[in-house]
């Protein structure tokens, strides 16, 4: 369902120069890990980095391709594993999040936005008219004597009708609970998923907010 | 009466009536438990301490003990069931942990968290309830109610006993209730009792939210199994 796009192009698609053959070939061998933000705060991007040293050893055995930290803006080959963060707001997101169901072998929710729609999804109980008149044209912070107009172009995505949690629209694999998680539980659960555990994460790393 | 029961397949010796959630306790076996309070008549609403008893499937908070029971508690299907029950109460209401009042002193939280429910298997259904706030003091957040009635039968006017919580209408359309002209006459700690009664953040005190830092929370501290184990030991 791609949405007429113009005059647009995209950093990926930009010419670059090559990596070092040696470099390529060190991260090739590593598993791939792709990270995504759908309509999400990045709170669990950065609870990601919250992993502290962890990450370091993590880095030893994966290699992360497109990520906020890396700016990659599609993934470039499969992925072993999708870090999925943000529930399903608007079209672009539901594109995203399958154009990475069909590039990873393991998704995981995490976070209460991507479980089930967080705080974007406390929209579900009002319609979409009430919530853009809300937010564009009755605001309380529009500027004074403006005229109000509720944003749409091509280039916009669609907003939809209610916040999804990510698992009502492709399969998930596993779920990482928490507003944002623990960096520990997310890196329980990679560690665990790197080493081929299975996934387990304690009862005492478990949390909803 | 000294009877004997067996507890996944543990024989136990206890007493005659006792309930069977308390005998278990003594005896160090966890039966997750919401609706129900020590020592207060049972409610039986909640069904989260659901076993299986002689092979049939009864909430342990309402079956008095008797000789020869045999009780599984930790077994598969059945410890499946009370996790589905809770995984049912997230997605009937609207509970946004990451903005409630009693996130980490909440009962339905806890029990989630130690049932090991990571996302609910239901369809999140996102129901439109309206808050109350009509009483001068209490604050009524129904996107949490679960129906469990602790307020309704242990929250009462001091002087006549009426009740002043209750249940409107059944089904989809059921909605906790307050009465206004009796709520305004509760004491400051009765408002405080019936919010700390009610195990999820339905029930709110105006003028008190977050009080406890994150960290020192009531279940941060110690976890709902460990408490309940805990209490009954006693």
Known sequence: MRRPVKNETASHELPATPLDPSVRAERDKKIQVAMIALCGCWGCTLSFLDMDENLLRLLEKVSITRSSLTDIKRIPHHCAIGFVEGGIANDENIETLEHFRENCDILISVGACAVWGGVPAMRNVVNLEECFREAYVDSPTAVPGSKPVIPYHPDIPRITTKVYPCHEVVKMDYFIPGCPPDGAAIFKVLDDLVNGRDVNLPTSMNRYD | ?234
Request: proline residues 5%; contains cysteine; glycine residues 6%.
């Open chain 2, 1 to 234: 009466m000294s009877i004997r029961i067996t507890i996944d397949g543990n024989e136990i010796i206890t007493q005659d009536g006792a309930t069977l959630v308390d005998v278990a306790a003594e005896n160090g076996i966890y039966i997750p438990t919401l609706c129900h309070l020590k020592g207060k008549p049972c409610l039986g609403t909640c069904r989260i301490c659901s076993v299986r008893v002689n092979g049939n499937v009864m909430a342990a908070c309402t079956v008095p003990v008797s000789d020869g029971l045999e009780v599984e508690v930790d077994e598969p299907e059945v410890s499946d069931m009370r996790k589905a029950l809770v995984e049912f109460l997230f997605v009937e209401g609207n509970h946004n942990c990451p903005s409630c009042e009693k996130s980490g002193r909440c009962d339905l939280q806890a029990l989630g968290c130690e049932l090991g429910m990571m996302v609910s298997r239901f369809p999140y259904r996102f129901p439109v309830r309206i808050r109350d706030h009509a009483a001068k003091r209490i604050w009524l957040e129904r996107d949490r109610c679960i129906f469990c009635q602790r307020c309704v039968q242990f929250i009462r006017d001091r002087e006549t006993s009426r009740k002043i919580f209750s249940i409107k209408d059944r089904g989809t359309h059921a909605s906790i209730e307050i009465d206004i002209e009796l709520a305004d006459k509760m004491p400051p700690e009765q408002i405080r009792e019936a919010a700390e009664l009610c195990p999820v953040g339905c029930i709110i005190e105006k003028g008190v939210g977050y009080n406890d830092p994150i960290g020192r929370r009531k279940y941060e501290i110690k976890s709902i199994r460990e408490r309940a184990l805990e209490r009954k030991r006693k």
